[in-house]
Nanobody, 123 residues
Framework: QVQLVESGGGLVQAGGSLRLSCAASGIIFSINAMGWYRQAPGQQRELVASITSGGGGTTIYVDSVKGRFTISRDNAKNTVYLQMNSLKPEDTAVYYC???????????????WGKGTLVTVSS
């Protein structure tokens, strides 16, 4: 069983910053990638950013956050971070941690989700 615990959400003014953290624990053999999704009220859930655990960390970002958000990870702690700068009201959403990994070496990779942390950006 894998648990993902997110933290760092909150209320900030436009232009402010937050750093989200997600720590994975439990039965996990390996993690292939970690990332963040978000879902705003009345909208579809979208991928915000992701990073691979190997190869130094290959990152991808949704266009709307490029240049403002930075994803990073600490493999030793099975933790992924999302540094969010220059926040905009349209960034308001519930942010969900996502992990792709194997619970055991012989298992195919599968996805795990956190319960979400709310980010509210006021104008």
């Amino acid at each position: 069983q894998v648990q993902l615990v997110e933290s760092g959400g909150g209320l900030v003014q436009a232009g402010g910053s937050l750093r989200l953290s997600c720590a994975a624990s439990g039965i996990i053999f390996s993690i292939n990638a970690m990332g963040w999704y978000r879902q705003a009220p009345g909208q579809q859930r979208e991928l915000v950013a992701s990073i691979t655990s190997g190869g130094g960390g290959t990152t991808i970002y949704v266009d709307s956050v490029k240049g403002r958000f930075t994803i990073s990870r600490d493999n030793a702690k099975n933790t992924v971070y999302l540094q969010m700068n220059s926040l905009k009201p349209e960034d308001t959403a519930v942010y969900y941690c996502n992990v792709v990994g194997r619970p055991y070496s012989w298992h195919a990779p599968q996805e795990y989700w956190g319960k979400g942390t709310l980010v509210t950006v006021s104008s």
